[in-house]
């Protein structure tokens, strides 16, 4: 059974840095498509950004507001996807949801809140 | 990125049919055939109802179909449900590897 775990939320302060991880099991996270997607509180979910499986190259692509700012990773050894986040902004504020990439399995999510 | 369209909300009576549009751009839904539709009910992680516009995952009922005209995918469920009353929301694949969501729809069922 695939099951994807997400952890590392919590509470930081504006342009801090947080990594959240998702541990998988049921599946090796080297040969998925992996994405990351946030629903700030009350609102919509919006898409963060996605890894390649590393047989296609293991290239990672974000989403504008957080380019620069959010790189997502895996380990393979702990069969593990992270999300690494710098430079925080209030508007960061969001559960954090790890997901294979064609959204067929979600994580529980984590909540992450920037504020001062 | 601009998120796709979608109405916010729409309702209906058990076991009428609801069609809930997501209108995008030839950027997004328009140029390509990955549109998926998510249920989330309150509280709860988001599921995959329907993938590849119109493709729907083992386990889910044959009550919910997509669609794709254009730039506007579309989601209907008939027979409507009280379990169906949920958030509903789009999403496509979009020019420069990135994917894109609807803002949502609120669905009641009456």
């Known amino acids: 059974e695939v099951q994807l775990v997400e952890s590392g939320g919590g509470l930081v302060k504006p342009e801090g840095s947080l990594r959240l991880s998702c541990a998988a099991s049921g599946f090796t996270v080297t040969d998925a498509w992996m994405s990351w997607v946030r629903q700030a509180p009350g609102k919509g979910l919006e898409w963060v ?3 390649a499986s590393k047989p296609d190259g ?3 692509d ?3 507001p957080v380019k620069g700012r959010f790189t997502i990773s895996r380990e393979d050894s702990k069969n593990t996807l992270y999300l690494q986040m710098n430079s925080l902004k209030t508007e960061d504020t969001a559960v954090y949801y790890c997901t294979t990439d064609g959204g067929t399995h979600w994580g529980q999510g984590t909540l992450v809140t920037v504020s001062s | 990125q601009s998120a796709l369209t979608q109405p916010a909300s729409v309702s209906g009576s058990p076991g009428q049919s609801i069609t809930i549009s997501c209108t995008g751009t030839s950027s997004d839904v328009g140029g390509y055939n990955y549109v998926s539709w998510y249920q989330q009910h309150p509280g709860k992680a988001p599921k995959l109802i329907i993938s590849d516009v119109s493709s ?3 386990g889910v009922s044959t009550r919910f179909s997509g669609s ?3 730039n506007t995918a579309s989601l209907t469920i008939s027979g409507l449900q009280a379990e169906d ?3 509903y929301y789009c999403s496509s694949y979009s020019s420069s590897n990135t994917r894109v969501f609807g803002g949502g729809t609120k669905l009641t069922v009456l």
Request: aromatic letters at 6%.
């Open chain 2, 68 to 70: 794709k005209s254009g």
């Open chain 2, 85 to 87: 009353e949920a958030d």
């Open chain 1, 49 to 51: 950004g996605r890894i």
């Open chain 2, 56 to 58: 729907r995952p083992s």
């Open chain 1, 58 to 60: 293991g290239t990672s």
């Open chain 1, 62 to 64: 974000y989403a504008a």
